[in-house]
């Protein structure tokens, strides 16, 4: 079993920055891609930015230049760098990775329950 931890959400003025952070743990081989996705009100869930295990980075057009992800790879860990926020990106973040597990041949995604992020003045 896996599980996904979010952390880092808030409520943050228009302009300001928050750093997300995303804790794989249970029983991990090895980890590939991992990602941050967004769900606002009424929306569909959509991708922020991945990171493939090598550190190749793909965001979407809204959040380019002004969001960062970086892992960690020793710690099974995922970061989310927001920086200058808007209203538009306030929604529930999720952490997403495909995970290989100790003992099983195949690799699952797996999804965090989300931090919620609220930019507001």
């Known amino acids: 079993q896996v599980q996904l931890v979010e952390s880092g959400g808030g409520l943050v003025q228009p302009g300001g920055s928050l750093r997300l952070s995303c804790a794989a743990s249970?029983?991990?081989?090895?980890?590939?891609?991992m990602g941050w996705y967004r769900q606002a009100p009424g929306k569909e869930r959509e991708l922020v930015a991945r990171?493939?295990?090598?550190?190749?980075?793909n965001y979407a057009d809204p959040v380019k230049g002004r969001f960062t992800i970086s892992r960690d790879n020793a710690k099974n860990t995922v970061y989310l760098q927001t920086n200058s926020l808007k209203p538009d990106d306030t929604a529930v973040y999720y952490c997403?990775?495909?995970?290989?597990?100790?003992?099983?041949?195949?690799?699952?995604?797996?999804w965090g329950r989300g931090t919620l992020v609220t930019v507001s003045s």
């Open positions: 997403n990775a495909y995970v290989y597990s100790r003992g099983i041949s195949y690799g699952m995604d797996y």
């Open positions: 249970g029983s991990i081989f090895s980890i590939n891609d």
């Open positions: 990171i493939s295990r090598g550190g190749t980075t």
